[in-house]
Every structure is written in structure tokens, then in C-alpha cells.
């Protein structure tokens, strides 16, 4: 999940801001190994999910970074969190979209 971004002088989103902005489901897969998207962010991100009421999945995957979906990345590649991504992803589309 790559929120777009709240500020362009900013590189990174702040995601506590994104959240209250959210009113759509949605769906998110993070790598407990992330490196770019630490535990206590997506644990922040979660809460401020809950807190604004905002429908959602959350998906962790053990021994996977970020990039665990990216098949051409050997080094960061995790075909089983891949799988079980991607198997979760189309029943969230079939769900929400018919």
C-alpha cells in the first residue's frame, strides 16, 4: 500500500493523515520484515484505521520486506506472502466490486 502523498515537500506520507481521509474499503498487505514501513507504523496506521472507522483488511506477512509481491526481486521476492496476497486481494475486489 502506497497512500499517495499528503504534501510534495514531504517524501513520505504522513498515513495518520491519509487514514481520516479514507471512506472507501480497503485492503492492505505489509511484510513484517519491512524495512521501509516499519511494525510501529503499520501498528499506528492500523489504530488510525479503527479510531476513524474507516473499512478494512490488514495483512501481515512474517519473513517478508517490503516489495514481497515484486517478482522481478529475487532478494525481496516471497512467493507464498505473494500468493496468499494475491488470493486475498481478488475475493476483497469480488466482494466490494461484484
Same mark, same amino acid.
Given at each position: ?10 517524501? @513520505?506520507?504522513?498515513? %495518520? ?29 492500523? @489504530?488510525?484505521?479503527?479510531?476513524? @472507522? ?12 517490503? *516489495? ?16 496468499? *496476497?494475491?488470493?486475498? %486481494? ?9
Amino acid at each position: 500500500f502506497h497512500p499517495p502523498r499528503v504534501s510534495t515537500t514531504d517524501p @513520505k506520507p504522513n498515513l %495518520m493523515e491519509v487514514a481520516g481521509k479514507i471512506k472507501n474499503p480497503i485492503q492492505c498487505h505489509f511484510g513484517t520484515e519491512d524495512r521501509i514501513i516499519p511494525n510501529e507504523d503499520v501498528a499506528k496506521f492500523e @489504530k488510525a484505521l479503527r479510531d476513524n @472507522k474507516v473499512k478494512f483488511e490488514l495483512y501481515k506477512y512474517e519473513s517478508s520486506g517490503h *516489495a514481497f509481491y515484486d517478482y522481478t526481486r529475487p532478494n525481496l521476492h516471497n512467493p507464498a506472502a505473494a500468493k496468499l *496476497a494475491y488470493q486475498r %486481494m481478488r475475493s476483497f475486489l469480488k466482494k466490494h466490486l461484484g
